[in-house]
């Protein structure tokens, strides 16, 4: 995750260097635990394929609270609790009082569909220090992609029960063809109701997600994109506005914003290049772990194809921390190896390879990752030798 309005920040003088360990160095992650598999939408996107079904064999009460001891055992202290729709499972609140008590960071991931009056007073007894709400475009965009009609309204409606309540609340839109026009729409949404945070996610291919990958934003249209989150987080950052902007799933988006303070703020370009080294890029595997429903742990919510063990046989710390398997090894080099244009491109110690689900997508796990919106050119790569051709026989 590109934290971007902390960043600017940073460079404005307004407040302190993000806090980093060194790129991958063996740290506690952020971990993000999917309670449940099911799901009251099928939006296209899903990358746990999630349904309106109860799934077999998830962590019962006991285990689940078992595992929130292993996890502060190991030094884990940010909790972002996801589903499928987590506000189906009849204990959430009762897991998050238990990991809010134990000193966590507790976020929520949501639709939001299912948050109304009658739940809001409870949400707001929990104290989520977050609660994200998905919102991928305006009505008929949204509710299309989410397979639901009325979703958006509903949606809509809980972001704006959160912060009557005075929920500090994130608006999280994944990129697609069908939406990257309505960005500024939906900048406006988050103005309209009081929105700190606003996440953009590019589209990673996993799970339904991978069969809906026609739908991937253009190269352009990502980085038309990225360049409007951009100014729109200077432009708070000028004017006092608390709002927070961060993109995910492209790490390239780092060497973008490098280039837009090279053109815009060019005497603090040194200061952020520097940052961005130290912050190091793609983190699947050290700085983020997910734990299934099932109890499965994966190197990140899009690696769902390779567990490295199931926390109900095998703690947490000693799966992530004391025995790492081969692939948590190799995706902790830092900058990893890959092949194809990342093996040349200059950029590899800020980015470290983008997301290596996408490249496992496109056929070589350790290859050059199809999302990146760069430029042979922006990489440095060099030009090919073109054999010329002869007009004459």
Known sequence: MLRISQYLRTLAGKCPPPRTSPPGKERPPVVIWNLLRRCNLTCKHCYATSADSVFRDELDTPAALQVIDDLHAAGVRVLILSGGEPLLRADLFQLSAYARDKGFFVALSSNGTLIDEHNIQQITDARFDYVGISIDGLQATHDAFRQLQGSFQRSMHAIRL?????????????LTQENHGQLPQLLALMRD?????????????????????QLDAHRQMSRDAMTLIFQQAWHDIENGVDSDFV???????????????????PEHYPQLEHLLHGWGGNASG??????????????????????????????????????????????????????GRCAECRWLPICNGNTRTRAWANGDLWGPDPGCHLSDAEIALQPRNLIPCSTTR
């Not at 996440?199 to 291919?205: A, D, F, P, R």
């Open 193 to 213: 109701y009081d929105v700190q945070k606003f996440y953009l996610s590019h589209l990673n291919y996993s799970g339904r997600g991978k069969r809906s990958r």
């Open 162 to 174: 959160c912060r009557e309540a005075g929920i500090r609340v994130g608006l999280r839109t994944t």
């Open 247 to 265: 993109s995910g799933n492209n790490d390239a988006d780092a060497v973008l914003l490098l280039q837009w303070v090279h053109q815009h703020l």
């Open 286 to 339: 050290s700085g983020i772990a997910n734990i299934d429903n099932t109890g499965e742990v994966h190197p990140d919510t899009y690696w769902w194809q390779h567990s490295v063990g199931n926390v109900r046989n095998t703690t947490f710390r000693q799966l992530w921390l004391d025995r790492p398997d081969p692939l948590l090894l190799r995706l902790r080099e830092h900058p990893r190896t890959i092949g």
